[in-house]
């Protein structure tokens, strides 16, 4: 309960929508989240994937878009058969997409918004396997 009383106040006293940052489209047409970790107060990492392009698809979605902020995201094979492939700068709402062909292989990925990063490790090895969060 205390986690809904937090996050009542927080909204209280801010404008930040309650709701977590939804998927933008931002990886194209086909894609479909498989997976997502939220960014503790700062919004969502989504996985997708296109079963037409048997690609992974990573993009990082700030709860709410306003000035210039760091963002991160990043996506490879767990197996280290894939360079990493990573998207990151100064965005105003969202960094990705990046793409990895993702048949058969298991994931890590991840990203980050100012301070606060999430990595998920070996997740959604062609099936909706359950990965591993760690926060930083």
Known sequence: ???IATMAT???AS???TAAAAYNGACGSGYS???SVPVTGKGTVYLTYSARTGKNCVVTVRNSPGKRVYMYTYLTATDGSSDWVYD???YTSYAGPVYLPGKGICVDWGGAIESVS???SGSNCGRMAPGVVTHH
């Open 1 to 3: 309960m205390a986690g």
């Open 118 to 120: 999430v990595s998920v």
């Open 33 to 35: 989240v498989v997976n």
């Open 10 to 12: 927080a909204t209280t």
């Open 15 to 17: 404008a930040a929508p």
């Open 88 to 90: 990151s700068g100064q």
